[in-house]
C-alpha cells in the first residue's frame, strides 16, 4: 500500500514540473526578442498530451497491481483456509512475512485456537488431522494482533470463553469432568438418577511470551482454568468455581536442542506430531469431558526434559518428572500399615498429596518419527516409563531393625496417528506397566502392600499390572468441521495377598473386595467440533459436542448386583475463542 501510494505522489510530482517547464518556456519566449520559441502552443499541448498517456498508462499498471495483490490475497486466503487446520498459526506466519517481503502489504494472522499446528514439522498432512487445540494458544511462534511488544519480545494473551452443558444418566457427582471409576450401579440411589448442569469452568485464561537471544528462541506459556477447588455450597448463590493452574512453562530451542522446565503435559501423554509440550501437537481427544476418554495415558506435572531433533521429522526426548507413588484408595493395606503410617496420613496409601514419599522422580523418554509414506503423513512414538515405589516397617512392628521396602515400576507405550484418506485420520494408542496406573487417569492403583508370615514380618510393596488402549477416528467432512469417533478401555489386574493381624484378604481386586476394585473400564465417545464463524483479528465462534457411553465392570460383585455400572454422558458446548 505505501508504495502504491509513493508511485502515485512521485508521478504527480512529475506530471507537475513538466507542466510548470512548459509554462517557464512560454513565458521566456514572450519576454525577448532572441528567445527561440520551442513552447508553442501545439508543442504545449503535444506534452500535456503525452503527460496525460503516462497517467493514463501509470494507473492502468497501478489497477493490474491492484488486481494482482486482490487475486494474491484471495490465494492466500484460501490456502489459509485449507493449511490453518493442519500446521496452524506459524505456518501463517511465515506466508504473512513472504507476502509482506514480496508486496509490502500486512496481513492479519489466524490466531484461532481451533485446527493449529506449528511450523517446526515441516512433515505434516495437508489437510486436518484434527489437532483442536481446546484449551489456548498451543503454536509455537508468532503474534497476534493483541500481542504486546517490548522490543524484540511479544506478550500475548489468549483463551476461550465456554458455555457448557452436559448430562448424565446417573448422578456420578463429578463436575464436569466424569469420574469413570467411580459410576453408580443402577441399583443404587444415584444410580438411579440423572443430572444435568450449566456450567462457564472450560473458559480458560492463557498468557504466552516470546523472545529470540542469539540463535536461542525462548517460549514462554502459563494457561489456567476454572476447574479448581469447589466449595460445598459452591453452586447454591455465586457458583464459585475457582481458578486452577494448567501448564506454566518454559522452552527454549536452539539449533537441535530443545529444553523445558515447569509444569507441562507429560511426556508419556500421546502426540499428534513430534515430541512436544505444546497443545495443538499433543492427542487428548476432541472431548469436552475434562477427564478426557477412558485410556488416555496422561498427567499435567513439573518436569525438565531435554530433546533432541535429529531432523525435523526424528526426535529423541527424556523427561524427569514429578512422581506420586499411588494406589488411589481402592487397595486395602494390612491393618498394622494403616497404623503405623498415620503420620504420613493415608498419602502413603492413597497418595497425590504433598506428605507423600518418593523415591525418585519419574523417568520418561520417548522416540518419535514422523515419516511420509505413500504420500500420507505418519506419527509414529514409543515411550518408556521408569517409576518407584517404597514403603518402610518400623520398629514398632518388626521388633527390631527398621526394614525397607523399595521397588521399580516401569511401562512402555506406544502410538499413531495416520492420514489415510486427504480428509481422515486413523489413531491408536496403547499403554501396559507395572505400577503405571497414575497415568491412566489415576483409575486404579500403581501398588499394593501385603505382610506375609507374621503380624512382626515386613511390609512389601507390589506392583499392580495396568494397561490401556485407544482406537480413533478424525474425519473432516467440510472446512469447519471435524467429527471424531473414538473406542477404548483400561485394565488393571488384581493382587491379593492375607493379612496375618485380621486373618481377612487384603490387595486389590480379592474376592469380596468393594466394587470400587476395577477390573476394566470401557468407553465409546463421538465428538465433533464446528467453527460458526471466524475472522482475523476477532476470533472464531465455535459448537462443540459430545456424546459417551462408559462402562466399569469390577473384580467383585455383591450378589443381586448388576455385572457392571454405565452411564451415558451428553454435552454441549458453545465457545468464543479469543483472536
Known amino acids: 500500500m505505501m508504495r502504491r501510494i509513493a508511485v502515485f505522489l512521485a508521478i504527480l510530482v512529475l506530471a507537475g514540473r513538466l507542466e510548470l517547464d512548459a509554462q517557464s518556456s512560454s513565458r521566456s519566449s514572450r519576454k525577448g526578442e532572441d528567445s527561440i520559441p520551442t513552447d508553442s502552443p501545439v508543442n504545449q499541448s503535444a506534452a500535456l498530451d503525452e503527460i496525460k498517456a503516462l497517467l493514463r498508462e501509470q494507473a492502468r499498471l497501478l489497477q493490474t497491481q491492484q488486481h494482482q495483490l486482490e487475486r494474491q490475497q484471495a490465494e492466500i486466503d484460501e490456502l489459509r483456509r485449507q493449511v490453518a487446520p493442519q500446521k496452524g498459526a506459524e505456518i501463517l506466519a511465515a506466508i504473512d512475512q513472504e507476502y509482506d517481503a514480496a508486496k509490502d502489504a500486512a496481513l492479519l494472522r489466524n490466531a484461532s485456537l481451533s485446527f493449529t499446528r506449528p511450523i517446526h514439522q515441516t512433515n505434516v498432512s495437508p489437510v486436518v488431522t484434527a489437532a483442536i487445540a481446546q484449551a489456548g494458544k498451543g503454536t509455537e511462534t508468532g503474534d497476534s494482533p493483541l500481542s504486546i511488544h517490548f522490543g524484540k519480545a511479544s506478550l500475548t494473551p489468549g483463551g476461550c470463553v465456554d458455555f457448557t452443558s452436559y448430562y448424565r444418566s446417573a448422578d456420578v457427582g463429578s463436575g464436569l469432568g466424569t469420574s469413570f471409576g467411580t459410576i453408580p450401579y443402577s441399583n443404587t440411589v444415584l444410580g438411579g438418577l440423572s443430572e444435568t448442569h450449566f456450567t462457564a469452568q472450560g473458559s480458560r485464561l492463557s498468557l504466552r511470551a516470546d523472545e529470540t537471544f542469539g540463535s536461542v528462541r525462548v517460549f514462554g506459556y502459563a494457561e489456567a482454568d476454572f476447574n479448581g477447588y469447589l466449595p460445598p455450597n459452591g453452586y447454591v448463590s455465586t457458583n464459585s468455581d475457582s481458578l486452577r493452574l494448567r501448564v506454566y512453562f518454559t522452552d527454549l530451542k536452539r539449533s537441535r536442542w530443545e529444553l523445558l522446565a515447569g509444569q507441562s503435559w507429560s511426556m508419556l501423554t500421546p502426540n499428534r506430531v513430534g515430541v512436544s509440550p505444546f497443545l495443538s501437537e499433543i492427542y487428548n481427544t476432541l472431548h469436552l469431558d475434562s477427564n478426557y476418554q477412558v485410556g488416555l495415558t496422561y498427567a499435567r506435572q513439573t518436569q525438565i526434559r531435554a530433546v533432541y531433533h535429529f531432523t525435523d521429522n526424528l526426535a529423541l526426548g527424556l523427561s524427569a518428572e514429578n512422581p506420586q507413588q499411588f494406589s488411589g484408595g481402592a487397595?486395602?493395606?494390612?491393618?498394622?500399615?494403616?497404623?503405623?503410617?498415620?503420620?504420613?496420613?493415608?498419602?502413603?496409601?492413597?497418595?497425590?498429596?504433598?506428605?507423600?514419599?518418593?523415591?525418585?522422580?519419574?523417568?520418561?523418554?520417548?522416540?518419535?518419527?514422523?515419516?511420509?509414506?505413500?504420500?500420507?503423513?505418519?506419527?509414529?512414538?514409543?515411550?518408556?516409563?521408569?517409576?518407584?515405589?517404597?514403603?518402610?516397617?518400623?520398629a514398632s512392628v518388626t521388633k527390631g531393625p527398621v526394614a525397607k521396602d523399595t521397588r521399580e515400576g516401569g511401562g512402555v507405550s506406544a502410538a499413531a496417528n495416520i492420514e489415510a484418506g486427504r480428509t481422515l485420520h486413523i489413531i491408536a494408542t496403547g499403554f501396559w506397566s507395572d505400577g503405571g496406573g497414575r497415568y491412566i487417569g489415576g483409575l486404579g492403583p500403581a501398588f499394593v502392600v501385603a505382610q506375609r508370615d507374621s503380624t512382626t514380618s515386613a511390609f512389601s510393596a507390589q506392583m499392580i499390572h495396568a494397561g490401556s488402549f485407544i482406537a480413533g477416528a478424525e474425519w473432516r467432512p467440510t472446512r469447519n468441521t471435524v467429527i471424531a469417533l473414538t473406542y477404548s478401555g483400561a485394565y488393571f489386574a488384581r493382587s491379593f495377598s492375607f493379612d496375618p493381624s485380621t486373618r481377612t484378604l487384603i490387595g486389590y481386586g480379592y474376592p469380596g473386595s468393594a466394587n470400587s476394585n476395577n477390573r476394566s473400564v470401557q468407553e465409546g465417545t463421538l465428538a465433533t467440533q464446528t467453527k460458526l464463524w471466524t475472522r482475523p483479528g476477532y476470533g472464531s465462534v465455535q459448537v462443540i459436542t459430545q456424546s459417551s457411553y462408559i462402562a466399569r465392570s469390577p473384580w467383585s460383585l455383591n450378589p443381586g448386583s448388576p455385572s457392571s455400572a454405565r452411564v451415558f454422558v451428553g454435552y454441549a458446548n458453545l465457545r468464543y475463542v479469543l483472536p
Open 331 to 394: 487397595a486395602t493395606f494390612p491393618a498394622l500399615f494403616n497404623t503405623t503410617q498415620t503420620d504420613l496420613g493415608s498419602s502413603s496409601g492413597a497418595g497425590g498429596g504433598t506428605a507423600t514419599p518418593n523415591v525418585h522422580p519419574d523417568l520418561i523418554g520417548k522416540l518419535s518419527l514422523d515419516p511420509r509414506w505413500g504420500n500420507r503423513a505418519w506419527h509414529l512414538e514409543t515411550a518408556g516409563l521408569l517409576t518407584g515405589v517404597g514403603i518402610l516397617t518400623p
